[in-house]
């Protein structure tokens, strides 16, 4: 088969299953855990390909619910996804800060630092209120944030990370470069995505992310006054307990009833 990048749709879209499936699936795991908990569907909002989240969950016979308003990233999932699959999914190009489903659903996901995309906390709120409003009675809202809290995260640590992922259509490497403003808690991330194709050409793509750094106890007051009752909040998807200086994620597990 001849692999062809479209140039109808971003790079970013076409790659984003060779960079993240797979290389993360512990949150993964824990949102199997929820469904099986409270049945589905699952609701992943801000889903992308759906081959992360999405895929794993319906090959366990639960139906899924994708949100994303990235129109790219939801063809992608659909050209991706068998017909088999297809049918137990409801995919929606929307804000996951305002957008109603059309059916409740028993779990929610929110992963991988996704929310932190609302960059700010009256969106958050906001997004509280729209999963509390679409889950079922005892319907559970997973979500995993970076543990960004600390000033020494960022002014020590890192300011750019690499990866190289070999992929059926060449060379592919993923940049990622970020600063911080303390003050607004704004933390902006530039994204760039390079594939060196097997015949020699070089795609390159890079867009920025601003994203709002969350602290712990805010997130929980707000998800409260969403009517949510935190059940945990643990300091990575593996559940181990969260401390706020040296965990990596705040992984929060919040529950309607
Ligand atoms: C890190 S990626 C996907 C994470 C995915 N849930 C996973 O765990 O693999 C973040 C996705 O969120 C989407 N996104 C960001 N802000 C959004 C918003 N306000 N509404 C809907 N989708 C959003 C982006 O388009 C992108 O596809």
Redesign the pocket.
Known sequence: MKLVVSPNLSLYSQMYDFA?VGQYSD?VNLAIECVERTGGPLV?????TGG??LLPVLEKGHNVIG????ND?LTVARQRFSDKHLARTTLIR????RTDLPMPAGTA??????IV??ADRSSHRRMLETVFRNLVEGGIFLVGIKNDNLAAYDSKGSKSRERKVVTPYGELTFKASWDVCLSTRIKTYIFTCVLKTHTGAVLEESFRVPTFLVNADEFCLDAQEANFVVESLWGDPKKSPYDAETSLWQMFLLRKN
């Open positions: 993240y949150d992943d909002y801000g889903c992308a992360r989240v949100v994303d308003q990235n990233m929307g804000d996951f800060t996901t929110c992963l991988l630092n996704t995309q609302a």
